[in-house]
């Protein structure tokens, strides 16, 4: 049965995404009720709340006993009085464009990889209606293809960040219609070739080089952007995610959990107060109260009128408490998505790091490193350590802050009850041994071994992890709530 309080925002944005992005034109008439229900897996509650949100939005409109219809519409693109666009900061959009290619391409090409016969199907649909007459539109419309691609690995997060550092808003202006002619039947090539054999890495390395080529590093290429774009402002608010209620007070009980579990309040330890968590957390004093109300009711914390609160001098209840894996869903759906993210990215990121630097910063790291070992039998700090060190150290700004989301997403693996423990204490070293071997690496100046070691280090984490949350039950609860094919199907 679906959890139906996570799937309000997630129809509402894939609903939105057609929408906006012309497969619902104005004028189209949205299914019925039981119809939506039927299609998302959820109940007549939930699709009411998305239906209301989207006539909120502006989207669709509503009347009594009649099906919504989109009255959304699009501007012409083929008209210059239809944006108020202007000439992007060229240092901002060469830091953005940087970040793509190391964020991007390695999606795109996982993507193309999952995909199988008919799940082409989609993207030559797309190229096979780009019309090299109308240039705007053309490379308007374009963009959908890779957005595919990138949607096709059901990952939330990186659609999120896709759409943060404002390509969609990006309008190409070029005069060569042979150019578009090349670039569409290119396109088409690659598709039909992949229809009959999954290309090799190789290939599809060549075919997207090919199509930078032919696009983005051509003399006569020039974009135009709103004047709000991340093209002229710089990247912002990428951590602004939209939360329920419930996520908002589960995020406080779970971090404190897990703060416990590791070690950092102790038996009879007095915890921040309301004021200070509703500081701490960035939520109201309704959030806090819920949250240790929660704690108190598992017999983890104890709170007095007066003198506060305080953890259970019966710490052992924290291993015997039942937390619904349904109640923090969206928690590990996040955790998941930003380990997927981080390791098909983090090889290109430590790379560019490793060039940037000094030999002090990296003696910093490995000393972080030997006193991060004395905790290693009971969770596995190192690789936050390391991600820390990546993070601080991004020599591009938008990348940066992409990856601040990325580390405060994986830290939410402390949190998640029960997953972190005192088995496999080998495991554990072992990972710490591997960051130590990566750091000293960077140390004697290898680049290269340094991100590959980096990588290999992160991949298998999230190996590890996978495995393990697949024995608590969180993967098969995850997948039961959330599919993750209505993102490109």
Not at 2 to 25: A, C, H, T, V
Not at 223 to 242: K, N
Request: proline share 4%; net charge neutral.
């Amino acid at each position: 049965m679906k959890y139906d309080k996570f799937q309000y925002d997630r129809i509402f944005e894939i609903i939105k995404n057609k929408i906006e992005s012309g497969l619902m034109p104005k004028g189209t008439v949205l299914p019925s009720y039981a119809a939506l229900c039927r299609e998302y897996k959820v109940s007549n509650k939930t699709i009411r709340r998305v239906v209301a949100m989207l006539s909120d939005a502006g989207l669709i409109e509503t009347k009594e006993r009649q099906l919504s219809v989109v009255i959304f519409e699009q501007a012409d693109p083929e008209s210059d009085s239809a944006h108020n666009l202007k000439k992007p900061n060229i240092p901002v959009m060469t830091d953005i464009l940087k970040t793509a290619e190391i964020l991007y391409y390695p999606f795109i090409c996982h993507g193309i990889s999952l995909c199988d016969k008919f799940d082409w199907d989609i993207p030559e649909k797309i190229v096979q209606q780009l019309n090299p007459e109308t240039p705007k539109l053309f490379w308007k419309n374009s963009k959908l293809i890779w957005r595919f691609f990138i949607a096709r690995c059901e990952n939330e997060l990186s659609l999120h960040i896709v759409d943060a550092l404002g390509f969609l808003g990006v309008e190409y202006r070029e005069n060569n219609f042979c150019s578009r002619v090349t670039y569409q039947q290119t396109l088409m090539d690659f598709i039909q070739k992949s229809r009959i054999a999954a290309p090799e890495s190789s290939v599809v390395k060549d075919f997207l080089a090919y199509i930078h080529f032919i696009t983005i590093s051509r003399e006569d290429f020039q974009c135009y952007v709103p004047a709000d774009s991340p093209f002229r402002i710089g990247v912002q608010g990428l951590d602004q995610w939209m939360k329920t209620a419930e996520e908002r007070y589960s995020s406080v009980y779970l971090d404190i959990l897990g703060l416990i579990s590791i070690g950092y309040y102790q038996p009879g330890d007095k915890l921040p107060s309301h004021a200070q968590m509703q500081k701490q957390y960035g939520v109201s004093v309704n959030t806090t109260t819920q949250a240790i109300q929660c704690l108190q009711k598992w017999g983890i914390v104890e709170a007095t009128r007066g003198k506060g609160i305080f953890v259970s001098t019966n710490i052992e209840t924290l291993n015997d408490i039942h937390v619904d894996p349904k109640l923090i869903a969206s928690h590990l759906r996040r955790y998941f998505e930003c380990l997927e993210l981080l390791s098909l990215t983090i090889e290109g990121v430590a790379y560019h790091v490793a060039a940037h630097v000094s030999y002090e910063q990296i003696q910093t790291l490995i000393q972080r490193l030997d006193e991060a070992k004395k905790y290693s039998s009971l969770y596995q700090p190192a690789p936050v350590v390391l991600l820390e060190f990546l993070t601080e150290h991004i020599p591009f700004d938008a990348l940066q802050s992409v990856y601040r989301i990325i580390l405060k997403n994986y830290r939410i693996g402390r949190k998640i009850p029960k997953l972190i423990n005192k088995s496999n204490a080998s495991g554990k070293l072992e990972i710490h041994r591997k960051c130590a071997a990566a750091a000293n690496v960077l140390l004697g100046g290898d680049q290269n071994a340094f991100a590959k070691q980096a990588a290999e280090m992160f991949q298998y984490t999230h190996q590890l992890i996978i495995e393990e949350c697949k024995r608590l039950g969180y993967w098969k609860t995850v997948k039961d709530i959330y599919d993750g094919s209505q993102l490109w199907k």
